[in-house]
């Protein structure tokens, strides 16, 4: 009896084991998808070098824009400070200031360094009010389709798209005082559209597929379907807009500080520097060049970024 009792035992151990390899091979087979898609999109993302450099540049002016104080030589520059003895150093002429000096004798290199700060987040203040607000719009739109609903969020996101988005901008900026605040909701105000267009081009193709027709058959609730089964599948193009939209934001931001409807100084903002040091130019080009060549440079990051994760995304047509 006590060895039946031990082989039985024994049976029902391995039965266990067996219970539990099974479970472990069908959530590996659940989650695989996932994974594999992942894969797949970083493998066509990393196997373009510039895509590689486009992370890079990105990452270095994230990590700039939330710890440039800490790093900066002179952090007090990026205020009133001033210091006429040292204004208007040549660059690379003088080892405590490599970039040179403004007109103050404030160093070019913190000022700039300290100007990312404004610019990224300009890019992320608009990006995240606008994203929202136009894929709710285009997701409900493309949807609904054919009717109403339709008819009236699109022709109202038409009205915004047919102005020009800096002329928009500078018109609002310009009846407001000039603060980053008023400049952020003018872009997001004429940026939303643009969202909303892309989600709605892509819902249409969309919702017309089998899996979204079985989910409405299965008695699935219209938020339900749009929001997990069709939106997850328009994920690549939105997220190649947004990437792509960063690098536009900074420069509709710039272009409103060049005018004076941005950052006030002494703010350390870039499209200020290059507005005011180009009072100096040509001799003391060293102001508004290295101001002018950082925007370029986030702008590339962003740009060579966006174009790397369009390409991860191509495979599937965009989905998730």
Same mark, same amino acid.
């Given at each position: 009896?006590?060895?039946?009792?031990?082989?039985?035992? !024994?049976?029902?151990?391995?039965?266990?084991?067996?219970?539990? %390899?099974?479970?472990?091979? *069908?959530?590996?087979?659940?989650?695989?998808?996932? %994974?594999?898609?992942? !894969? +797949?999109?970083?493998?066509? $993302?990393?196997?373009?070098? =510039?895509?590689?450099?486009?992370?890079? #540049?990105?990452?270095?002016?994230?990590?700039?824009?939330?710890?440039?104080?800490?790093?900066?030589?002179?952090?007090?520059? /990026?205020?009133?400070?001033?210091?006429?003895?040292? %204004?208007?150093?040549?660059?690379?002429?003088?080892? !405590?200031?490599?970039?040179?000096?403004?007109?103050?004798?404030?160093?070019?290199?913190?000022?700039?360094? =300290?100007? $990312?700060?404004?610019?990224?987040?300009?890019?992320?203040?608009?990006?995240?009010?606008?994203?929202?607000?136009?894929?709710?719009?285009?997701?409900?739109? @493309?949807?609904?389709?054919?009717?109403?609903?339709?008819?009236?969020?699109?022709?109202?996101?038409?009205? $915004?798209?047919?102005?020009?988005? =800096?002329?928009?901008?500078?018109?609002?900026?310009?009846?407001?005082?000039?603060? &980053?605040?008023?400049?952020?909701?003018?872009?997001?105000?004429?940026?939303?559209?643009?969202?909303? +267009?892309?989600?709605?081009?892509? *819902?249409?193709?969309?919702?017309?597929?089998?899996?979204?027709?079985?989910?409405? #058959?299965?008695?699935?609730? %219209?938020?339900?379907?749009?929001?997990?089964?069709? =939106?997850?599948?328009?994920?690549?193009?939105?997220?190649? !807009?947004?990437?792509?939209?960063?690098?536009?934001?900074? #420069?509709?931001?710039?272009?409103?500080? $060049?005018?004076?409807?941005?950052?006030? &100084?002494?703010?350390?903002?870039?499209?200020?520097?290059?507005?005011? /040091?180009?009072?100096?130019? &040509?001799?003391?080009?060293? *102001?508004?060049?290295?101001?002018?060549?950082?925007?370029?440079?986030?702008?590339?990051?962003?740009?060579?970024?966006?174009?790397?994760?369009?390409?991860?995304?191509?495979?599937? @047509?965009?989905?998730?």
């Amino acid at each position: 009896m006590a060895d039946e009792d031990n082989e039985d035992k !024994k049976i029902h151990e391995e039965g266990e084991e067996v219970e539990e %390899k099974v479970e472990e091979i *069908v959530e590996e087979r659940e989650e695989s998808p996932w %994974k594999d898609a992942l !894969k +797949r999109r970083w493998y066509r $993302f990393s196997s373009n070098p =510039l895509s590689l450099v486009g992370l890079a #540049i990105t990452i270095i002016t994230i990590f700039l824009a939330i710890f440039g104080e800490y790093i900066v030589p002179y952090p007090s520059h /990026g205020g009133l400070y001033h210091n006429y003895d040292a %204004k208007f150093i040549q660059p690379f002429t003088n080892w !405590k200031y490599p970039l040179g000096t403004d007109s103050m004798g404030r160093d070019v290199l913190t000022r700039t360094i =300290l100007g $990312f700060r404004y610019s990224i987040r300009m890019a992320v203040v608009v990006l995240s009010l606008v994203v929202p607000s136009g894929v709710v719009v285009g997701l409900v739109a @493309g949807y609904h389709k054919g009717t109403w609903i339709d008819t009236l969020l699109m022709r109202i996101s038409d009205i $915004f798209i047919a102005v020009p988005p =800096l002329v928009l901008a500078l018109s609002i900026t310009a009846m407001l005082e000039p603060e &980053p605040f008023y400049a952020m909701m003018a872009v997001s105000l004429m940026w939303w559209p643009w969202y909303a +267009r892309i989600t709605y081009n892509n *819902v249409s193709s969309i919702s017309n597929e089998e899996f979204v027709r079985s989910a409405e #058959i299965m008695g699935d609730s %219209k938020i339900h379907i749009m929001f997990s089964e069709i =939106l997850p599948n328009c994920t690549g193009p939105i997220l190649t !807009k947004m990437t792509l939209d960063a690098g536009w934001v900074i #420069i509709i931001g710039a272009s409103l500080s $060049f005018v004076g409807l941005g950052a006030q &100084p002494p703010t350390p903002d870039l499209g200020t520097m290059v507005s005011g /040091g180009s009072d100096y130019l &040509p001799h003391h080009w060293q *102001v508004s060049i290295f101001p002018a060549m950082a925007i370029s440079f986030i702008i590339l990051g962003f740009n060579l970024l966006g174009d790397g994760i369009q390409d991860a995304f191509e495979e599937s @047509g965009g989905g998730s």
